[in-house]
């Protein structure tokens, strides 16, 4: 179990969706990195659906009831246990007394810390995810709080054993890491200034010519607008050639939206299920990661590519997610 001493701007229980209901309305939700968070999963020795923290700019302060073993990846958002420097994308043993804070956010906007076993909150509607705006979900429907306390579920064999080769080396240290980390090109590179990758979207001709060369290749900035339902962005009005009224229509994580305004607008987990705005464009399933790193004042260009090369790419790093959990697998199995 831990307790929640100090609960950061952001911090909410996420998992990877609450699928099938957004016939009824009810949205996706979800983690905004899923990248970050399945990995963090993998090294706890979880399987990658089970909850985990997502920490927005800002993180918790955390003290540890018990013993645990923990990942923290995504955004560095300057982790220490007991004023110790702790590294990200790595398998961490903390012992009972710990306390975890986070301090200025270097690069990013969110981290994910995943402890073995997850987080033992309700499944509603097949997920645990927290939906702010419903407040369902998650741990009681909303952000933690100073004085949470958070249980853990059951350590899986797996976790167990990684458990035990990291006790056998903590000693007198309150944590110890994990020598070897995830191989660097499975991080995604945070940056003030982002480069996404971008189908045309369904509306995409439409637009004038004149707009879309410049969603093409002038920069756009996040405002502070901004939030895990969409990001709203500044930079050269995009219009359309003639005044058309759209039905609405399913959104995804990813769809690019322009409002009358000529702004555009990314949705992004806690999206609508529908939306009737011109779509631009669409980031693929590879760069999503990428686009929820992204933070109010940061830049954004956009560069066309093509379906076929999107679901290349996506095949790419599955195989390397792939690659990693049998990595930890053989690694720790039984008799090792």
């Known amino acids: 179990m831990i307790t929640i001493i100090k609960p950061g701007l952001l911090t909410t229980v996420q998992d990877l969706?609450?699928?099938?209901?957004?016939?009824?309305?009810?949205?996706?939700?979800?983690?905004?990195d899923q990248l970050s968070h399945r990995i963090s999963n993998l090294l706890a020795g979880n399987e990658e659906h089970e909850p985990t923290l997502e920490l927005t700019l800002l993180g918790p302060t955390i003290e540890f009831n018990e013993n645990a073993l923990i990942s923290i990846c995504g955004s560095d958002l300057s982790p220490v246990i007991d004023g110790k420097p702790v590294r990200l994308?790595?398998?961490?043993?903390?012992?009972?007394g710990s306390i975890l804070r986070f301090g200025p956010c270097k690069?990013?906007?969110?981290?994910?810390?995943?402890v073995a076993g997850g987080f033992k909150v309700p499944t509603i509607m097949n997920s645990k995810s927290t939906y702010l705006r419903a407040e369902i979900g998650g741990f009681n429907g909303r952000?933690?709080?100073?004085?949470?306390?958070?249980?853990?579920?059951?350590?899986?064999?797996?976790?167990?054993?990684?458990?035990?080769?990291?006790?056998?080396?903590?000693?007198?240290?309150?944590?110890v890491e994990m020598e070897w980390s995830v191989a660097t090109d499975l991080i995604p590179i945070h940056k003030n200034k982002f480069t996404i990758r971008v189908m045309k979207g369904r509306q995409f001709h439409l637009f004038t010519k004149e707009s879309q060369d410049k969603f093409f290749h002038e920069p756009f900035e996040v405002t502070a607008q901004s939030d895990r339902m969409g990001y709203r962005l500044k930079g050269p009005k995009l219009t359309l050639k003639n005044t058309a009224e759209i039905i609405s229509e399913a959104?995804?994580?990813?769809?690019?939206?322009?409002?009358?305004?000529?702004?555009?607008?990314?949705?992004?987990?806690?999206?609508?299920?529908?939306?009737?705005?011109?779509?631009?464009?669409q980031i693929p399933t590879v760069d999503l990661p990428l686009i929820a790193q992204a933070k109010p004042g940061d830049s954004i260009k956009f560069t066309e590519i093509s379906h076929?090369?999107?679901?290349?790419?996506l095949l790419k790093r599955e195989r390397k997610i792939l690659q990693l959990k049998q990595g930890i697998f053989l690694k720790f199995r039984q008799g090792d």
């Not at 933690?144 to 350590?155: K, N, R, V």
């Not at 976790?159 to 309150?174: A, G, P």
Request: aromatic share 10%; glycine share 12%; proline share 4%.
């Open 251 to 281: 959104v995804n994580f990813g769809t690019i939206q322009v409002p009358s305004d000529g702004n555009p607008i990314v949705l992004l987990a806690d999206r609508q299920t529908t939306g009737g705005y011109p779509k631009i464009g």
């Open 143 to 175: 952000a933690l709080q100073a004085g949470d306390q958070l249980e853990f579920g059951s350590p899986s064999d797996l976790s167990t054993r990684i458990i035990e080769r990291l006790r056998k080396r903590s000693e007198n240290q309150q944590f």
């Open 17 to 32: 969706g609450r699928f099938g209901f957004q016939k009824y309305g009810i949205i996706v939700s979800g983690v905004m």
């Open 107 to 114: 690069i990013g906007c969110r981290a994910y810390l995943a």
């Open 89 to 96: 994308w790595r398998s961490v043993f903390v012992k009972k």
């Open 308 to 313: 076929n090369e999107a679901q290349h790419l």
